[in-house]
């Protein structure tokens, strides 16, 4: 999907991860919105409804793209069906969590979790991927560590809803991290996985006399079913940028969610927006301005080799008579190009 993308508009793998991740939690930061067209549903059943119809769009869309054979061959790695068989838990267990805390007066404990899961995010890229944040990076995330502080005093006690939240979606990035696995397969599989529960519990709703779904009601109908659209293809860009970024990147797109979810909760929503809430909000967007800026001088200075080592190569020669440069050197701290600039992965294209 994303490779027809990267080849019609000439976009490379980091800049197209960059928009997903932009794109993805763009989205999440706006969808109160759409839950509020849906509040006379239960919210357990709009869950179930979310991954119905979100398994079988992705059925869909790979059933008209060939691919299902594709998706079949995936899981004959034993690692890789293990992988998505925790993703999907760690998945399913968000979206149970976050249902259960705005069914129960927990909204602000589900939006503190989106201010800590990047900082989860940056822990696991140091502890798992070994990502080396320079001074800059760390700075920022130490202002915006400051922001999470200024919520979690506002509570007054430690927000233990709101960190698993955010740590079942860390977790989730991580696995699906791990797995160099199409994300709309990966996506397909998930809710495969957890449709056999969604299932379930939608006929014994059904049996119960429960059952929402059907009932007259067109546009909550439509709107039950287009949830698939709104949560198939987020996580379709978050699973993408996930492998080509770092989680450093990861980290600081994430704010883009609960600025949102701010946003609306103070201009159209109308809910309190203390002090100590516009405290957290001026930290986190300072980090975003510092860490951004850093962001934007590693792009630019990766640019400038990368178009020094295209200038370069056509002069030189390969086989046994190859020349070397005056900026490469042979052995062990052999330079070979703007691929191998410090503080750059290029199995990312994003700078560490």
């Not at 989106?114 to 995330?141: A, H, M, T, W």
């Not at 109908?221 to 080509?244: E, K, N, R």
């Not at 701010?262 to 860490?291: N, R």
């Amino acid at each position: 999907m994303f490779a027809k993308v990267v080849e019609r508009f000439e976009l490379d793998e980091h800049k197209l991860s960059l928009i997903a991740a932009v794109a993805c939690y763009g989205l999440w930061g706006v969808l109160p919105i759409y839950w509020k067209g849906l509040d006379a549903v239960p919210a357990m059943e709009i869950v179930y409804h979310r991954i119905l119809w979100s398994f079988l769009l992705m059925f869909a869309i790979l059933g008209l793209g060939g691919r299902l054979g594709e998706a079949l061959r995936a899981l004959a790695s034993r690692r890789v069906f293990l992988i998505l068989v925790c993703s999907s838990l760690c998945l399913g267990g968000n979206w149970f969590l976050y249902i259960w805390a705005v069914n129960n007066g927990h909204v602000l404990d589900s939006s503190l979790a989106y201010y800590i899961n990047p900082l989860l995010n940056v822990f696991f890229g140091v502890l798992v991927f070994k990502d080396r944040p320079n001074r800059l990076q760390i700075l920022s995330f130490a202002i915006a560590m400051l922001g999470v502080f200024c919520q979690v005093f506002t509570l007054g006690r430690f927000p233990w809803l709101a960190v698993l939240l955010a740590l079942s979606f860390a977790v989730y990035g991580v696995l699906r991290k791990l797995i160099t696995l199409d994300s709309s397969i990966g996506m397909f599989w998930e809710s495969a996985f957890l449709s056999v529960f969604a299932v379930t519990q939608l006929v014994l709703l059904f049996q119960s006399g429960n059952f929402h779904f059907g009932q007259g009601v067109y546009w909550q109908d439509a709107m039950l079913m287009g949830a698939s659209v709104i949560t198939t293809f987020p996580l379709i860009w978050f699973a993408y940028s996930a492998q080509h970024l770092s989680l450093m990147t990861l980290g600081l797109a994430q704010y883009l969610t609960p600025t949102g979810a701010f946003l609306l909760g103070i201009f159209v929503f109308k809910e309190t927006f203390t002090l100590w809430h516009f405290v957290s909000f001026a930290l986190i967007w300072v980090a975003i301005i510092i860490y951004s800026l850093d962001a934007r001088r590693a792009w630019r200075l990766a640019h400038s080799l990368r178009e020094a080592g295209s200038a370069a190569r056509p002069n030189q020669k390969t086989g046994p008579n190859q020349k070397i440069g005056p900026d490469q050197k042979t052995g062990p701290g052999m330079w070979t190009g703007p691929d191998s600039v410090p503080g750059v992965n290029p199995a990312r294209g994003a700078a560490e």
